[in-house]
């Protein structure tokens, strides 16, 4: 077989220490196993004690052994000869210890010792020690091949022995501990006693135990069997580990000599002598086996807990860095929640080694137990401490059995290594604007603004790293989480929910400065966000917030919609719904952003009507709109949207209406936002501009208007009717107007008397709607239905009548001046001279009709003209009683006032028979009236009717029916049909009251 070199290797455990009770073992391990061990008087504590593996290793008899096919090797010995018979290891090394040189308590130090046998079995032996511990720990993998020769009578056999010093006495007593870790060794004499008096248990006190102790069984792989503990072992004379024969103790036994496995006789001597120790493990099956065992010098006890654990991300800057700390009684790294130390109290500290300058932790020590089950302990390194160092628990009140593991980004690492870079600490971080000058420190007026922003629009700002002073962290790299925070009361950094996040990396070349990589864009709204930047790093992240907050506001409003009919297809004069000038309608605004909750408002000068305006009498022009009144209650803030709703709007003209551009608007969002965007100039104020605007300076780059408004024209809202029409300036013309005051009167029947009056098309509030007029007026003005006419006072039987001649005028600005005759019909009965009044309800058939108001009232008299028989000489001319009368008191009364109805002359030569009272003497031909009233119309009531003179000789008479006007007539003949007054005139004959005729005096 081949052999490797024999130059020795040899690494140090504990490399400053086991010169004292307190600082351990120091170590020396060669690998091909051998091992020395020195404490307190730096002597050795196996034989011989004055060995070192690196100088003289024949001189140490201890070493791991392999039993392989019947041949075993492992270290060559001085002891009578011996030499394993298959000779040393094909293969065999040994690493470096990790980490060098420890300085304080609680550091464990590993290296890994590998030995081979060609085409056979394979062990990997990772010893571990933990600086100030009584015990070296092996913990072994073996590896047999699939098709080596093994079985149960040919078996893999793992030997290590140790001839025993005992600190200075050679002699010793076996001792065999039973238990769940086994522990087989010796110890030193208690004052010579032969034999010795225990063999079961450990002594007190007051000796040095050397021993085997078990901790982890081999593992039990297919094929394999598992054994709970060392398959053989001895405590024996020293030789008896390398010379055959009693006790049966040798790693080389035959196997005719020994059963059928050769295995150690499991000797406990109980004789003091001069002992040596060694365990064996048993393989009869392929496979890689696991197990575990400590070499023991000095106390046996076993820590209660396995390890401390340092868990942290492999790196740190000069920032503070959390380091979290616990105390672990498993094995596993890292340590299962349920393995925890939680009762007691264990303290200690974090150091570095090798020591960093600067370097200082808070706080300064740990306490783990049932107090806290793990412990955040903050390290602040310094410029000076920047280099790579190795973690460990320090100052531990009690130690662990595997010292210190680490745990780095939730990974178990082989080292506790931890890199500090000389990078300057990014205590905090600002948000700002891009293309602004950062500014430091921030006060009222040096600020680093962010700019309002708008819902469903992209922005990006920059994210700055700072030092605690406000410094620009020129270098400083690493990745970060920036978030949009909502602020609902004072200001917050820890808000648990971002309601947007997006990651930045920094690089070198950033200098401190990046501007976002991606765009934020909110499709909702929000009164006061502020940005959060983090760390994304597993301990100990910086996380701050911005100096500033700013508002995401809706970009408009996009809808308004009301109950009043918003007909944009045609604004029609006749459309449906209609609503009275002043009655209560809605009108809602929706921004369709989630998060508007703001009040909107109207701004009455950019309404429009749908047509100009006409320009009034006089040339003075009507307002450009009527008054809308009303006011929006807060928006809902629903899911889906965000409506403002109003129900009790009033629109005091006629017509409709709409909103020119931001016609509703809201300039109190951003202002009552707490955000201070408006009172910092973050957006534009009285701006409604949805474009950044940096007309008039590049540094306004970004800022958006502060209000809110509809972008468009909107529909046109309406139809709008008058609420009601009034009167006013009402006169009255009587048909028969008197020359003197109070004595106007009109006849029953007379067509007739006019109203003068003027109507005005009015709001609820009883102002004028101007727009009443045009195209929007359905009032007819010569429809006397139109009017709503009745009256009050009249007596029975009559009526208030449509005269014949039409009502006149014509509407203007919401007025109209009318005139309409009127005539009242006589009553059933004779009436006596009434007053009646004339009421009107003027509706244009949309309009409700108004309440009955008393236009006008109207002196009414019960008429007739009265004709009456005359008698006279043929030689006069003969007046004849031709009159008017009317009924008052009950008494015909001749009506004086009338000097405006007209008469008609009777003429004789058509319509008046003239009747002989002869033969020969008659009229002559042509009689004619004489005279009547000048004017044609009655004089104070009379008629002035005279016939002319027939002259001598020409007696008769003529029988008169004179036609009046149909309010004049009279039932003359009875009965109740009114007919023209008649009479009967005679000349040349007498009076029936007269005995005579005429009496001609001749003077």
């Not at 921004?591 to 003075?620: E, F, M, R």
Request: hydrophobic share 35%.
């Amino acid at each position: 077989m081949s052999h490797q070199s024999h130059a020795q290797t040899t690494i140090e455990f504990n490399s400053n220490g086991g010169t004292s009770a307190t600082n351990g073992l120091h170590f020396y391990i060669d690998r091909s196993t051998k091992i020395q061990v020195r404490r307190l008087n730096n002597t050795g504590q196996v034989y011989s004690p004055t060995a070192l593996p690196q100088t003289n290793p024949n001189n140490l008899d201890n070493g791991v052994f392999i039993r392989a096919n019947g041949l075993l090797y492992g270290p060559s010995h001085t002891v009578s000869t011996f030499n394993p018979s298959g000779g040393m290891f094909s293969s065999y090394s040994i690493s470096a210890a990790t980490p060098a040189n420890p300085s304080s308590s609680g550091v464990q130090q590993t290296a890994n010792n590998l030995l081979g046998i060609t085409g056979g079995p394979q062990a990997t032996i990772v010893w571990k020690y933990t600086t100030p511990l009584d015990f070296l720990t092996a913990e072994v993998t073996l590896t047999i091949p699939a098709g080596y020769s093994v079985s149960a009578s040919n078996p893999v056999r793992y030997y290590h022995v140790f001839d025993t010093y005992l600190g200075g006495s050679d002699s010793g007593c076996g001792v065999l501990v039973s238990g769940s870790n086994r522990i087989v060794g010796t110890y030193s004499s208690l004052g010579g006693a032969n034999p010795c008096p225990n063999s079961d248990a450990l002594p007190s006190a007051g000796t040095i135990v050397e021993s085997f102790r078990e901790r982890a069984a081999p593992s039990s792989p297919s094929g394999g069997v598992a054994r709970n503990t060392f398959s053989s072992y001895c405590a024996a004379g020293w030789r008896t580990f390398f010379t055959n024969g009693a006790p049966d103790c040798s790693v080389s036994q035959l196997t005719q000599q020994f059963s059928t496995t050769g295995a150690m006789s499991n000797t406990i001597t109980k004789t003091l002598q001069d002992t040596g120790i060694g365990i064996a493990y048993d393989f009869i099956a392929p496979g890689t086996y696991t197990f575990s065992y400590d070499f023991v010098i000095g106390s046996t006890v076993v820590p209660d807990y396995d390890h401390i654990e340092i868990r942290h991300d492999g790196s740190a800057t000069l920032c503070p860095e959390t380091l979290k700390v616990l105390a672990c009684t498993s094995s596993t790294v890292p340590c299962p929640d349920l393995n925890i130390v939680n009762s007691g109290n264990l303290t200690g500290a974090i150091s570095l080694a090798p020591t960093a300058t600067g370097v200082s932790y808070t706080p300064t020590s740990f306490s783990l137990g049932s107090a806290n089950t793990q412990q955040d302990i903050v390290l602040q390194a310094a410029a000076a401490s920047a280099g790579t160092y190795t973690l460990f628990a320090s100052g531990l009140s009690k130690l662990p059995l595997n010292g210190t593991r680490c745990v780095v980004g939730g990974v178990a690492q082989a080292s506790c290594q931890i890199t500090i870079a000389n990078t300057p600490c990014a205590s905090k971080f600002e948000c700002m604007e891009t293309g602004l000058s950062y500014n430091n420190p921030i006060t009222a007026t040096n600020r680093n603004p962010l700019y309002s922003k708008l819902a469903n629009v992209g922005f990006r700002f920059d994210v700055l790293a700072l030092q605690t002073s406000g410094t620009v962290v020129n270098s400083y790299t690493g990745s970060v989480a920036v978030e949009l925070m909502e602020e609902n009361g004072s200001p917050v950094c820890n808000v648990p929910v971002a309601i947007a996040s997006q990651n930045l990396t920094f690089t070198a070349g950033d200098n401190g400065r990046k501007t976002l990589t991606a765009d934020f864009n909110l499709p909702d709204a929000y009164k006061k966000l502020r940005c959060r930047v983090k760390e994304n790093v597993a301990t100990a992240p910086v996380t701050a917030c911005s100096s500033d907050t700013f508002t995401v506001r809706p970009q408009s409003f996009t809808s308004i919609v009301s109950n009043a009919n918003a007909d944009n297809a045609g604004t029609s004069v006749s459309a449906t719904p209609m609503i009275a000038a002043g009655n209560n309608f809605t009108l809602t605004v929706n921004t369709g952003t989630k998060g508007y909750d703001g009040l909107p408002k109207i701004n009455a000068g950019l309404l429009q009507w749908l047509s100009a305006p006409p320009v009034l009498s006089g040339g003075k022009a009507p307002p450009g709109t009527g008054v809308l009144s009303g006011s929006f209650s807060l928006a809902a803030n629903v899911t889906n949207g965000n409506g403002a709703s109003g129900t009790a709007f009033q629109y005091g003209e006629v017509g409709y209406f709409r909103f020119l551009q931001n016609g509703i608007y809201d300039d109190t969002f951003i202002a009552n936002s707490n955000s201070a965007d408006v009172v910092n100039g973050d957006c534009i104020a009285s701006s409604f501009a949805n474009i950044a605007d940096a007309s008039s300076n590049p540094l306004l780059k970004g800022r958006f208007g502060c209000n809110i408004g509809n972008p468009a024209v909107s529909n046109h809202f309406g139809r709008f009717i008058p609420h009601h029409f009034t009167i006013s300036a009402n006169t009255l013309q009587e048909a028969c107007p008197a020359p003197l005051p109070n004595t106007t009167f009109s006849y029953f029947g007379q067509d007739g008397f006019v109203t003068n009056f003027k109507l005005t098309a009015e709001n609820i509030s009883n102002l004028p709607t101007r727009n009443y007029s045009a195209s929007f007026v359905k009032f007819n003005v010569s429809n006397y239905a139109s009017y709503n006419f009745s009256m009050s006072g009249a007596p029975v039987g009559s009526v208030l009548a449509v005269s014949s001649t039409t009502p006149t005028g014509s509407w203007f600005g919401g007025e109209a001046t009318i005139s309409v005759k009127h005539q009242i019909s006589r009553p059933t009965a004779l009436e006596n001279q009434t007053s009646i009044g004339i009421l009107a309800a003027p509706s244009d058939g949309e309009v409700m009709a108004s309440v009955p108001f008393t236009i006008a009232t109207s002196t009414q008299r019960y008429g007739r003209m009265r004709l009456q028989n005359a008698y006279g000489s043929e030689m006069l001319d003969l007046p004849v009683p031709y009159f008017a009368e009317y009924r008052n008191n009950n008494l015909w009364l001749k009506n004086t006032d009338d000097s405006c109805s007209a008469i008609v002359a009777p003429n004789v030569g058509s319509g008046v028979i003239f009747y002989p009272d002869s033969a020969t003497n008659h009229l002559i031909a042509g009689e004619t009236v004489a005279s009547v009233s000048a004017t044609g119309k009655l004089v104070a009531g009379d008629a002035k009717l005279k016939f002319s003179k027939p002259g001598l000789g020409n007696d008769g008479h003529l029988d008169l029916d004179i036609p009046v006007s149909p309010w004049l007539k009279f039932p003359w003949r009875g009965g109740l049909t009114p007919i023209n007054p008649a009479a009967k005139l005679k000349f040349g004959s007498y009076k029936k009251s007269n005995q005579f005729i005429y009496l001609r005096e001749v003077h």
